[in-house]
T-cell receptor, first 112, second 112 residues
Framework: RKEVEQDPGPFNVPEGATVAFNCTYS??????FFWYRQDCRKEPKLLMS???SGNEDGRFTAQLNRASQYISLLIRDSKLSDSATYLC?????????????FGTGTRLKVLA | DTGVSQDPRHKITKRGQNVTFRCDPI?????LYWYRQTLGQGPEFLTYFQNEAQLEKSRLLSDRFSAERPKGSFSTLEIQRTEQGDSAMYLCASSTISGEQFFGPGTRLTVL
């Protein structure tokens, strides 16, 4: 099993739709979780950190489910500009490593 | 511009040549990471520095790869005797203790 898994998509959704992505992780001791956005041939950009209590930033909501070992990203009222690849990132252990594991990304296309 | 910068942005080299890339992190960030990304994949962790100390190296980092961060400021990544399989985007990121990483624009390496 991969340490971090994402559905590669693409998710094709109309403008204004709500879309959700999940990302599963294998190490139950993982402590830090993030969502990044990556546009084609550009560097990843931090979208949001994922806290145990969940967090929201405008149209974006991130949640952590420790029992089932996944994080989720919900995008409401999708815009054309949301089209990108969304990467989840996990720091897999509590100590002894500074390694961050990226998923392969989920591609989102928002259609006019 | 106070973001992470990388130089060069593109590098084309012949197999067997040595190449060196530079990363200038955000000035107040003491953590610096190098990643490699190939098409359709998420960034793969290569190495991590905390200040000038290289605290972790991936098993992906063969003996041909070396990284330094003298004085805890900029960092260099050198690849000796390049191979065609080294062709990739090399990304540098920096962070504070929060773990929220900010990426540079990357150096795209093509080995002919």
């Amino acid at each position: 099993r991969k340490e971090v898994e994402q559905d590669p998509g693409p998710f094709n959704v109309p403008e204004g739709a709500t879309v959700a992505f999940n990302c599963t992780y294998s190490n139950s001791a993982s402590q830090s979780f993030f969502w990044y956005r990556q546009d084609c041939r550009k560097e990843p950009k931090l979208l949001m950190s994922v806290y145990s209590s969940g967090n929201e930033d405008g149209r974006f909501t991130a949640q952590l489910n420790r029992a089932s070992q996944y994080i989720s990203l919900l995008i409401r009222d999708s815009k054309l500009s949301d089209s990108a690849t969304y990467l989840c990132v996990v720091n897999p252990t509590t100590s002894g490593t500074y390694k961050y594991i990226f998923g392969t990304g989920t591609r989102l296309k928002v259609l006019a | 511009d106070t973001g992470v910068s990388q130089d060069p942005r593109h590098k084309i080299t012949k197999r067997g040549q040595n190449v060196t890339f530079r990363c200038d992190p955000i000035s107040e960030h003491n953590r610096l990471y190098w990643y490699r990304q190939t098409l359709g994949q998420g960034p793969e962790f290569l190495t991590y520095f905390q200040n000038e100390a290289q605290l972790e190296k991936s098993r992906l980092l063969s003996d041909r790869f070396s990284a330094e961060r003298p004085k805890g400021s900029f960092s260099t990544l050198e690849i000796q005797r390049t191979e065609q399989g080294d062709s990739a985007m090399y990304l540098c990121a920096s962070s504070t203790i929060s773990g929220e990483q900010f990426f540079g624009p990357g150096t795209r390496l093509t080995v002919l």
